[in-house]
């Protein structure tokens, strides 16, 4: 299972920090990523990180201002996005890929997602 969490309220220019928790499978061996999806809109892929936490692959429309990292050891994924803008509202989901030992381009498509975790709202006010 995956449980995100962090998401609130914010101002324009905000930071917060997305959290991933898993749990009942070896998600430390797979590539992970987190994806949003904004009211009536399709999801959207936001960043991915390897299966060893030392790969990244990002969209264009977050690079430089989103950062995804993993900690194997706490089986978690996080998310700290920077620079908040009205159009990073959405709900924000993490998921994992499906291969073993995954590289961040495996994560990249909605598709590509294995698992998904709950969702967490973001709310960025202008």
């Known amino acids: 299972q995956l449980q995100a969490s962090g998401g609130g309220l914010v101002q324009t220019g905000d930071s917060l920090k997305l959290s991933c928790a898993a749990s009942?499978?070896?998600?430390?061996?797979?590539?992970m990523g987190w994806f949003r999806q904004a009211p009536g809109k399709e999801r959207e892929f936001l960043a991915a990180v390897s299966w060893t936490g030392a790969g990244f692959y990002y969209a264009d429309s977050v690079k430089g201002r989103f950062t995804i990292s993993r900690d194997k050891d706490k089986k978690m994924v996080y998310l700290q996005m920077n620079s908040l803008k009205p159009e990073d509202t959405a709900v924000y989901y993490c998921?994992?890929?499906?291969?073993?030992?995954?590289?961040?381009?495996?994560?990249?498509?909605?598709?590509?997602?294995?698992?998904w975790g709950q969702g967490t709202l973001v709310t960025v006010s202008s």
């Open positions: 009942g499978r070896s998600f430390g061996l797979y590539a």
């Open positions: 998921g994992s890929g499906g291969r073993r030992f995954g590289t961040s381009d495996e994560v990249t498509s909605t598709r590509q997602v294995e698992y």
